[in-house]
């Protein structure tokens, strides 16, 4: 794995895992990633939560703005703090224009953002509080960026409604580490503990920076990450099906019956994020790769071991174990499995039985 | 599988004071032997462990145990006498369940009988473990034995570290096939290869203020003496106290066995609320908010442990390729490793163990591990455990941003008298 770090700046999906990680509290004297975030008294409030502007907001829009009903943002920070924020971010490459496809989504999310923050995210009543959009790009392009968001909420403006505060987190990278900069709008909102910019990543020599992952894979991030990155991400998430698999043959009782869903394997080595994701052909592209993935993980179980497992469709994996020695030996062969001399940048064709599991 | 049949002498007993007065009065008898240095029977010993339901569900005691071929008879509520199928049904000693999560073996078999027999349970059972007593955990404990015991009193601790990923490079290979959970209980004269290797087995035996006011200068001059493994609690009542060991056995070297068990219930309270706080706090899952699949959000906080000094590559190596490179190994973990550089790797594994997931990043200055919800927080004792005896005796631990030692002294100071 020798990822280009300029190039893993603007992975989304890098970018998500880093924004998580900023979250999470750690050793003061050693941190691997540095907890901006949770020093700052912020915390996640949820993870790829669809919003939807309020019925008032869209007649008030009709087709005079370019804009969606609703929206999924990345993430949703807390502030803990005696005043409750909310920052909603948003993980991009980079920046973009008014012009670009991805202002749409960047208008609707400044409406979100704006005094009905509260209500749409059922916290209490409009105009209690402001929210806080912010981007994560991975460049320091971030003046570009605020000059989109400025053109954006002049055109919400002109409609006599409010966004919400904006700016942006750039994601950039030295010799020595990778850095989180941000404005002073930025600092002040959310009252962050230091001052920009923060090395969060400390750079080792000829070592990857990647922390570990708590969502390895996602549908939307796929089309802008980098073949290396797309398979590591895949590579991940056979690791953690595999251990899932062995995890629940392994604690079994015998003789035992088991049944995995494919949705199932998704959601346990997603944390859960697989069913919340509304893009259907990239999940349905998905569970085409995990059942790849189980065809052939069961090709290498020897002769004997082959009829433990078996595909029945509306019905999921199931593994028929009746005694310990298979389970022993079932485990074993699984042990043995490595995800990593698999083709992780195979391409997957839909097949006839794509629905029905 | 042991030699004495105590089945003879205990089949009688029919209630939990007739078994106690027993023990007291074998234990009486031990101690004069001890005395005497001519002890004729094996001492009492004592095992703690934990035991949980791997799928929520979890089983009674005598089924877990049926299934293992153990059969338990109950003499009183919460309090069995254990008989061995494997052995024609020798008894061999009493189990008494201390709360759900924990229950406690009683025999006076021979040490070695006795701690095969209860390690080769655990093995077999993913829903059974020891209770791991790490050196973090001894040192907060030895407070207590200060704050319990007058200062004349003799401490007695053992000290066992032993470098075990540290090597020479010509006996690298050898090693990996030779891995012995016993080595350093090997006489010199065994060893018929001689593996450079810092490994550090001591005992100190000295009075109690002796050994409060020397102990933490020592450990900051001289690291191996962080790893305690074994330390007494000198009976309130008479000469001679309790073993505790780090995998949860406790020998009962004095002359009373009611003292024995007081003490084995309060360090089982420690040991439960320290189990409850890590895991409330190091469980990472994906709580729901609202409704299903509406806001999520992950809670929980990573385990990281930290070494005192960085391992030099040989080290880390040997470390990452003894623990993920064959399926027996010290650390019972499985996975396959990604290596993101000389002195980093990623493991999306199991505890085989208890078969549960854990996450871990391993580099030459650093455990991280995040354990899904479920995770037994038993994997984070037996971890730290493990990376003091054989990696860093200096390592210190953290759940999220606080340190397990403190986790351990709020559990301590939290176990008060109960009526």
């Known amino acids: 794995m020798n990822p280009s770090i300029d190039e893993l700046c603007k992975d989304a999906l890098f970018q998500l895992n880093l924004a998580i990680w900023l979250t999470q509290p750690q050793a003061r004297e050693h941190s691997y990633v540095y907890p901006l975030f949770y020093e700052s008294g912020l915390n996640i409030y949820s993870i790829g939560p669809l919003l939807a502007l ?130 002073e709008t930025v600092e002040r909102h959310l009252s962050l503990g230091r001052p920009s910019p923060v090395e969060v990543i400390q750079l080792e020599e000829d070592s990857d920076p990647r922390p570990l ?93 082959r009829k433990c497992m078996s595909y029945k469709t509306q019905v999921g994996w199931a593994f028929n174990i009746s005694n310990k020695a298979t389970q022993a030996e079932l485990l074993k062969q699984l042990m043995k499995f490595k995800p990593e001399t698999l083709d992780l940048s195979k391409r997957i064709q839909p097949s006839l039985f794509d629905d029905e599991d | 599988m042991l030699g004495i049949d105590i089945f003879k002498e205990i089949k009688s007993i029919n209630s939990r004071e007739g078994m106690i007065r027993y023990l007291d009065g074998y234990s009486s008898e031990r101690m004069e032997e001890l005395d005497e240095r001519k002890v004729k029977r094996p001492l009492v010993k004592s095992y703690m462990i934990e035991y949980t339901g791997h799928t929520g569900r979890q089983r009674q005691i005598q089924e877990l145990l049926f299934s293992l071929g153990i059969e338990l008879k109950e003499i009183e509520e919460s309090l069995f006498s254990v008989f061995d199928k494997r052995e024609n049904g020798k008894g061999i000693g009493f189990i008494e369940v201390l709360t759900n999560r924990y229950f406690v073996f009683y025999t006076l078999h021979e040490s070695k009988d006795a701690d095969k027999w209860v390690k080769h349970l655990v093995i077999h059972s993913p829903e059974l473990d020891h209770v791991w007593l790490s050196g973090l955990t001894f040192n907060v404990l030895w407070q207590r034995v200060v704050q319990l015991s007058k200062p004349h009193r003799y401490a007695s601790i053992l000290f066992v570290h032993e470098s075990l990923y540290q090597i020479d490079s010509e006996a690298h290979d050898d090693e990996l096939e030779d891995e012995d959970e016993n080595s350093l209980l090997h006489d010199e004269e065994e060893l018929t290869q001689i ?220 176990v008060k008298y109960e009526p």
């Open chain 1, 54 to 183: 309020p019925p008032d907001i869209r007649i008030s829009i009709g087709d005079k703005l370019d804009c969606q009903d609703g929206a999924r943002p990345d993430l949703i920070l807390e502030s803990i703090k005696a005043s409750k924020k909310y920052c909603i971010l948003e993980c991009k490459a980079s920046s973009f224009s008014s012009a670009s496809s991805n202002a749409k989504q960047a208008t609707t999310l400044l409406l979100l953002a704006g005094p009905i923050v509260f209500e749409v995210l059922g916290l209490g009543g409009r105009g209690q509080n402001l929210g806080l959009l912010c981007y994560l790009i991975g460049s320091s392009q971030m003046q570009l960026m605020d000059e989109t968001f400025d053109i954006l909420s002049r055109e919400i403006r002109n409609l006599k409604l409010e966004p919400g505060a904006h700016g942006c987190f750039g994601l950039t990278s030295s010799q020595t580490g990778i850095f989180l900069e941000f404005s």
């Open chain 1, 213 to 305: 992952y708590f969502i390895p894979y996602d549908p939307n991030c796929m089309d802008q990450q980098s073949k290396e990155e797309q398979e590591f991400c895949r590579r991940i998430l056979f690791e953690r099906i595999l251990s899932h698999i062995i995890s629940e043959i392994g604690g079994a009782d015998m003789p035992a019956s088991l049944v995995f869903t494919t949705e199932g394997f998704l959601n346990s080595a997603t944390f859960g994020l697989y069913e919340i994701w509304e893009d259907n052909e990239a999940k349905k592209h998905l569970r085409r790769i995990v059942k790849d993935f189980l065809m052939n993980v069961a090709s290498a179980f020897d002769e004997p071991l």
């Open chain 2, 195 to 414: 593996v450079e290797r810092r490994a550090s087995k001591f005992k100190l035996v000295d009075k109690i203020s002796v050994v409060q006011e020397k102990l933490s200068q020592l450990q900051n001059l001289y690291s191996p003496l962080y790893a305690i493994s074994q330390l007494r609690f000198p009976s309130p009542i008479g000469r001679g106290g309790h073993d505790f060991f780090d995998n949860g056995k406790v020998t009962n070297r004095s002359g009373n066995f009611r003292d024995h068990r007081s003490h084995i219930i309060y360090v089982q309270r420690i040991y439960d609320r320290l189990m409850k706080m890590t895991e409330e706090k190091a469980w990472y899952s994906n709580e729901t908010v609202a409704k299903p699949g509406q806001f999520q959000k992950i809670i929980g906080s990573p385990v990281t442990i930290i070494f005192g000094e960085s391992l030099s590559k040989d080290t880390f190596d040997y470390w990452i390729k003894s623990s993920f490179g064959r399926l027996n190994n010290r650390f019972r973990l499985w996975g396959n490793p990604i290596i993101l550089g000389p002195k980093k790797v990623h493991v999306y594994g199991i505890d085989r163990h208890l078969w549960k997931p854990i996450f871990l990043e391993l580099t030459d200055k650093h455990l991280m591990a995040i354990l899904p919800k479920g995770t037994c927080g038993n994997t984070i004792h037996r971890l730290i455990c493990n990376i003091q005896k054989y990696i860093d005796p200096s390592a210190k631990a953290y759940i999220g941003d606080v340190e397990y030692k403190e986790m351990v002294e709020q559990s301590s100071k939290a």
